[in-house]
Structures are given as C-alpha cells and as structure tokens.
C-alpha cells in the first residue's frame, strides 16, 4: 500500500538515544512531528493539528526537503 505524496511542514524533530521504546521492533531512532502548510503557524502552535511520525521504525518513510 501507498500514499500519495504530500507537502507537509515540520513543526519539530527528535532525535531517541536509545531508540524509543513503544512496543514496536525495530523501535524508533527519531520522529518528527509534521502540519499540512494551511495549519502551520509559529505563532499559534496547534498540536492536534498534525501527527507524529517515527523513523527508523518498521513503516518506511521516505522524506524530501522542498524549499517554498
């Protein structure tokens, strides 16, 4: 299965050192916590506005830098 390509916002990374324990093998190394850009503001951070994803985990996750 696949999802499309989106275009998502950063809101922060984190880096587990040792990898988070959730349960799940392999556990994660980093996550980082993504918006959709029309939910993205510095000044007024909704955390239900996004999700988290983690790295290094089982799903893959393929992640591009765009720039604007």
């Known amino acids: 299965m696949s999802i499309p ?3 998502l916002c950063v ?3 984190e880096e587990y ?3 988070r324990d959730f349960g799940w093998v392999p556990a994660p190394t ?3 916590y993504v918006v ?3 939910s993205f503001d510095l000044e007024d951070v909704d955390e ?3 999700c988290m994803l983690y790295l290094g985990g ?3 996750h ?3 830098p765009v720039q604007g």
């Open 58 to 60: 089982a799903e893959p």
């Open 30 to 32: 980093a996550g980082i």
């Open 5 to 7: 390509p989106i275009r």
């Open 48 to 50: 239900t506005a996004g």
């Open 62 to 64: 393929r992640v591009d």
């Open 17 to 19: 050192d040792p990898p």
């Open 11 to 13: 809101g922060h990374y």
């Open 36 to 38: 959709p850009p029309e």
